[in-house]
């Protein structure tokens, strides 16, 4: 995958999150902002990603594209403690939306920087820019 694919996943990727962070934010009956989180580091990641394919510093933005995705990553792994919980039909989960939310987003971004840093490693192996 070359960078300019990476660009593109990079903005599917915020694409993605925007779309989780707005069902969240519904099906939890719209009560409380942070449900959008996921949205707003999607947003990041589309501006991010959309600089990569635009500029000259594709290398430079791709590298704050996966620092974006490691902080995000650990914002939102935490739902992924209650996950078993909530998959066994366990009544007693706190804001079920938000673990299940908070899971997509962690297994998207984990995916996304393995992407990434498989990439990063291929483009460094063939002397291409990352």
Do not use: C, N
């Not at 009560?31 to 959309?50: D, K, M, N, Y």
């Amino acid at each position: 995958m070359g960078v300019m694919d990476l660009a593109r996943v990079t903005v599917a990727v915020g694409a993605a999150l925007i779309v989780l962070g707005g069902v969240g934010f519904v099906g939890s009956g719209a009560s409380s902002v942070t449900a959008l989180i996921p949205s707003f580091f999607g947003l990041v990641l589309v501006v991010v990603g959309v600089l990569a394919e635009r500029t000259d510093m594709r290398k430079v933005w791709m590298h704050v594209a996966v620092v974006l995705a490691v902080v995000g990553i650990l914002g939102s792994a935490m739902g992924l403690a209650d996950l078993p919980a909530l998959i066994s039909g366990d009544t007693d989960v706190d804001r079920p939306w938000a673990v299940a939310v908070q899971s997509i987003m962690a297994v998207v971004l984990v995916v996304y920087v393995i992407l990434a840093v498989r990439s990063f490693v291929a483009a460094r192996r063939s002397g291409t820019a990352a």
